[in-house]
């Protein structure tokens, strides 16, 4: 079955400081990950998929099949950074159906 | 283009009372999916759909039903609430045809069962 984790229940890094929030899944098929991001008083958005290879807003991530990982980063972290970061697994269901799983998410909090 | 809407935003329930909630969405999107959200349980799939006449479990089915008659609603149902399913819920779809993986999610539904 598939699963993604999240270790960091919170994180708080300064303003300007770099920003990494880990992520990890197990899948027996090919994967696919994506991050998610909700900001206080708005709706849970999609923030970057990993086969698109794109920066969005400062934050990348890369998949490394090796250690089944799917870090987000950004170099300077800002204070608008601060969000609740989901991690999700693409998969397939034993029916052919499609599935998004989540990870416990990472409360990220940007100290000024 | 509302996008996916959720009704109602809170509800207050006693144990044993039953209730739906409502999801529809305007972007013509197979996919539909209830998930609930849970402090340091993150989101959890309780069931999806990939399109009218076609419903599928999830995590954690259990204690809920849903149905899809049309390509736009997707409700859930509690039968019989518990305060175990004190939670939000939220309702998301996204679009099979040209699949990008990005799922709509609507503003959520807290649901307190007394």
């Known amino acids: 079955a598939q699963r993604v984790t999240q270790p960091e229940k919170l994180l708080s890094v300064f303003k300007g400081a770099p920003v990494e929030l880990k992520c990890n899944y197990s899948y027996s098929g090919s994967p696919e990950l994506f991050w998610y991001v909700q900001y206080s008083r708005q709706r849970l958005q999609l923030l970057l998929r990993h086969i698109s290879r794109e920066s969005i807003k400062g934050f990348t991530a890369d998949l490394n099949k090796g250690e089944t990982s799917f870090h987000l980063k950004k170099p300077f972290a800002q204070e608008e950074d601060s969000a609740m970061y989901y991690c999700a697994l693409r998969s397939i269901s034993n029916f052919g159906n499609e599935k998004l799983t989540f990870g416990t998410g990472t409360r990220l909090t940007i100290i000024p | 283009n509302a996008g996916v809407t959720q009704t109602p935003k809170f509800q207050v329930l006693k144990t044993g009372q039953s209730m739906t909630l409502q999801c529809a969405q305007d972007m013509n999107h197979e996919y539909m999916s209830w998930y609930r959200q849970d402090p340091g349980m993150g989101l959890r799939l309780i069931h999806y759909?990939?399109?009218?006449?076609?419903?599928d479990q999830g995590e954690v089915p259990n204690g809920y039903n849903v149905s899809r008659s049309t390509t736009e609603d997707f409700p859930l149902r509690l039968l019989s609430a518990a305060p175990s399913q004190t939670s939000v819920y939220f309702c998301?779809?996204?679009?099979?045809?040209?699949?990008?993986?990005?799922?709509?999610f609507g503003e959520g539904s807290r649901l307190t069962v007394l």
């Open positions: 998301a779809s996204s679009n099979l045809r040209g699949y990008t993986g990005e799922l709509f």
């Open positions: 759909s990939v399109g009218a006449g076609i419903t």
